[in-house]
C-alpha cells in the first residue's frame, strides 16, 4: 500500500523566515512520483512540483526549494524568506508506477500560517 | 485556455435529496478524477475514469454514490440519497497521459452542505 505522512499539522511563522515542511511516504514501487500541491484560502489546489523516483536532484523555483532522499522516503519543502501569500495548505502527494499509476495518494496536508 | 470547471460551487440540501455535482475536463485530457475533501479524512480519491471508462471505483464510499462520464467533455458525481456525512468539498481533476502520472489540474471544487 502507498501512504504520505506529513506529520506537521500546523506551522506558524512570521514574515522573512525559513520554513520547511516535511514528507514522508512508503511505497513498493521501484519507480513512482511524488507531487506537492498548494490550496490557499479560496480553496482551490495548485500544482507546485512532480518529482519522479529516478531524479534525486533537488529543485529550487524562486523561493521554493524541494530536497528529495530515496534513503530516507522523504520529499521535503523549503520557502526561503516567506510571505504572507505563501500561507496555505501544502499538500504532498505520491502516485505509483504499475496499477493505477494516475492515482494520487495524498497526506493529510500542513496549514501553513505566515504572519506580518 | 479554461481550465477544470465544476458546477456549482456551492450545494446546500436537505437530507435524503438527490444531489448531482458536474465537472467538464481540460479539452484533450483523458484521464478524470473524482475526489472529496473532508476535515477528517482529508483528500480522497473516489473514482476515476480513463477516456470515458471508470477504471477504479474502490473509493466510492457506498452505492449512494455514482459517477458517470458519458463523453469526454462531461462527467457527474450523484449521491442520493444524500446524508449530512456526504457535507464535503467536491473537487473534479484531469490529466493528459503519455507519461506514468502526470500533473492533475483540478477544478475549483464543489462546497456541499447536507442538512
Known amino acids: 500500500a502507498q501512504k504520505v505522512t506529513q506529520a506537521q499539522t500546523e506551522i506558524s511563522v512570521v514574515e522573512k523566515e525559513d520554513v520547511t515542511l516535511d514528507c514522508v511516504y512508503e511505497t513498493r514501487d521501484t519507480t513512482y512520483y511524488l507531487f506537492w500541491y498548494k490550496q490557499p484560502p479560496s480553496g482551490e489546489l495548485v500544482f507546485l512540483i512532480r518529482r519522479n523516483s529516478f531524479d534525486e536532484q533537488n529543485e529550487i523555483s524562486g523561493r521554493y526549494s524541494w530536497n528529495f532522499q530515496k534513503s530516507t522516503s522523504s520529499f521535503n519543502f523549503t520557502i526561503t524568506a516567506s510571505q504572507v501569500v505563501d500561507s496555505a495548505v501544502y499538500f504532498c502527494?505520491?502516485?505509483?508506477?504499475?496499477?493505477?499509476?494516475?492515482?494520487?495518494?495524498f497526506g493529510q496536508g500542513t496549514r501553513l500560517t505566515i504572519n506580518p | 485556455d479554461a481550465g477544470v470547471i465544476q458546477s456549482p460551487r456551492h450545494e446546500v440540501t436537505e437530507m435524503g435529496q438527490e444531489v448531482t455535482l458536474r465537472c467538464k475536463p481540460i479539452s484533450g485530457h483523458d484521464y478524470l478524477f473524482w475526489y472529496r475533501q473532508t476535515m477528517m479524512r482529508g483528500l480522497e480519491l473516489l473514482i476515476y475514469f480513463n477516456n470515458n471508462v471508470p477504471i477504479d471505483d474502490s473509493g466510492m464510499p457506498e452505492d449512494r454514490f455514482s459517477a458517470k462520464m458519458p463523453n469526454a467533455s462531461f462527467s457527474t458525481l450523484k449521491i442520493q440519497p444524500s446524508e449530512p456525512r456526504d457535507s464535503a468539498v467536491y473537487f473534479c481533476a484531469s490529466s493528459l497521459a503519455g507519461g506514468r502520472a502526470n500533473e492533475q489540474f483540478f477544478g475549483p471544487g464543489t462546497r456541499l452542505t447536507v442538512l
Open positions: 502527494a505520491l502516485s505509483g508506477s504499475i496499477q493505477g499509476a494516475q492515482k494520487l495518494v
